[in-house]
């Protein structure tokens, strides 16, 4: 009997439910409300569908209450974790800092 190959975990994932699974939206519901609105941009494309598929390493624009965040993916959670867990999917690179010269 031979064994089928293991098709491969989803290289990408619906935009809102990234957005809830990062903890970027308190539901998926406020997360596709997001979306709907028109305010979340895909490496600079304003995101049109809520389906839209999103990959690591791609940068995000993201209303977050009367903020905005810019994020880099660099990975795909699994499941909607800890807070802990959600921030080590992703760069913010809008609230960058940097170091101090060594003296």
């Not at 995101?47 to 999103?54: D, G, H």
């Not at 080590?88 to 003296?103: G, M, V």
Request: proline share 7%; aromatic share 2%.
């Amino acid at each position: 009997m031979t064994s089928q190959p293991v098709a491969p975990v989803a290289a990408s994932l619906r935009i809102d439910r990234l957005l809830w699974m990062l903890r970027l939206a308190a539901s998926r519901g406020a997360a596709q409300h997001i979306v709907a609105t028109g305010h979340v941009r895909r490496n600079g494309q304003r995101v049109t569908r809520m389906a839209q598929p999103v990959c690591a390493g791609d940068v995000l624009t993201v209303p977050v209450g009367r903020s905005i965040r810019v994020i880099a993916l660099d990975s795909l959670p699994a499941r909607r974790g800890p807070a802990a867990e959600a921030q080590s999917h992703y760069r913010d690179l809008a609230n960058h800092t940097q170091e101090k010269p060594i003296a």
